[in-house]
């Protein structure tokens, strides 16, 4: 991640202006990497002048990150006062969401926005917008980013969420949960449910997906000696007979963003769908 200041000095050395700085205006500047390819729509981050410090720290860590890989190419709108973000607690968690001022040709970026921690108590991210706080650590900032990138959470969802999501009524795809409506299955069954994994192709045969009792049934969830394969996730735990799986056994950072954990399957899968 390369980004710039206008205002400030700066202090991260390489970047590159945009040629094209036709729409480039008092407080607002537009700095690009390398990351940048063509085609790409650059996430605009919204950073308060003058207390931004913190998170150019953090987007500094960012570019080291396994997830940078996939998601790494910034502009940057300055804003002075918060009040102009226009940003609300929606919902009984209290997550923000902003009524941001866009140009039609940024109806189609995400939008990253950060905020002062006086004004925000919780980060939350939507398909196009996600708030944090300026003081957010480059782990919180890539569990957001995750869900953009197509990854659900691993811990249970707040039975709101759930009700959807588990019951297969989500808007992004989910490569990293599957739900099933119950833990036992027959062969045909399993096989199925191989089929339609995100991760199949890490699983070299269906029956690594489930053990056999005496009578043939199986019961899903994998041996703990399976690396990727069927695991048991939190995600639908507030939905009655909804279970959800991941790929991995451990946690990862879909389930708590602190551990930091991206299993190289996440990564794999990311490439897929680019
Ligand atoms: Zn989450």
């Keep these: 991640?390369?980004?710039?200041?206008?205002?400030?000095?700066?202090?991260?050395?390489?970047?590159?202006?945009?040629?094209?700085?036709?729409?480039?205006?008092?407080g607002y500047a537009v700095a690009t990497g390398a990351a940048c390819r063509a085609g790409d729509r650059p996430v605009q981050l919204w950073l308060p002048e003058g207390r931004a410090a913190p998170v150019l720290e953090t987007l500094e860590q960012w570019s080291q990150h396994p997830l940078a890989e996939f998601?790494?190419?910034f502009s940057v709108r300055w804003?002075?006062?918060?009040?102009?973000l226009k940003c609300q607690a929606i919902g009984n968690r209290g997550s923000q969401q902003c009524d941001l001022a866009l140009l039609p040709r940024e109806l189609q970026q995400h939008q990253l926005v950060f905020v002062t921690a006086e004004a925000l108590s919780i980060a939350s991210a939507t398909h196009w917008q996600m708030v944090m706080p300026t003081s957010a650590s480059v782990d919180l900032l890539a569990h957001e980013a995750g869900h953009w990138l197509g990854f659900a959470d691993e811990y249970a969802m707040s039975t709101t969420l759930a009700v959807d999501y588990c019951n297969g009524r989500y808007q992004h795809p989910s490569v990293n949960v599957v739900t099933t409506t119950t833990n036992h299955v027959t062969s045909a069954e399993l096989q199925a449910l191989w089929q339609r994994l995100p991760w199949r192709?890490?699983?070299?045969?269906?029956?690594?997906?489930?053990?056999?009792?005496?009578?043939?049934?199986?019961?899903?969830g994998s041996d703990n000696s399976v690396k990727v394969g069927?695991?048991?996730?939190?995600?639908?735990?507030?939905?009655?007979?909804?279970?959800?799986w991941k790929p991995v056994a451990r946690m990862t950072a879909m389930e708590y963003h602190d551990v930091n954990v991206w299993p190289p399957i996440y990564l794999e899968?990311?490439?897929?769908?680019?």
Excluded: I
């Excluded at 899968?269 to 680019?274: G, N, S």
């Design 79 to 84: 804003y002075q006062d918060a009040e102009d």
């Design 71 to 73: 998601l790494n190419c």
């Design 201 to 220: 192709d890490a699983v070299k045969d269906w029956r690594e997906l489930a053990q056999q009792d005496g009578k043939g049934v199986w019961r899903l």
């Design 269 to 274: 899968l990311l490439r897929t769908l680019e």
């Design 230 to 244: 069927l695991f048991a996730s939190n995600t639908c735990a507030a939905v009655a007979n909804v279970y959800s």
């Design 1 to 26: 991640m390369l980004v710039t200041q206008t205002a400030q000095s700066n202090q991260l050395t390489s970047f590159h202006w945009l040629e094209d700085l036709s729409h480039q205006q008092a």
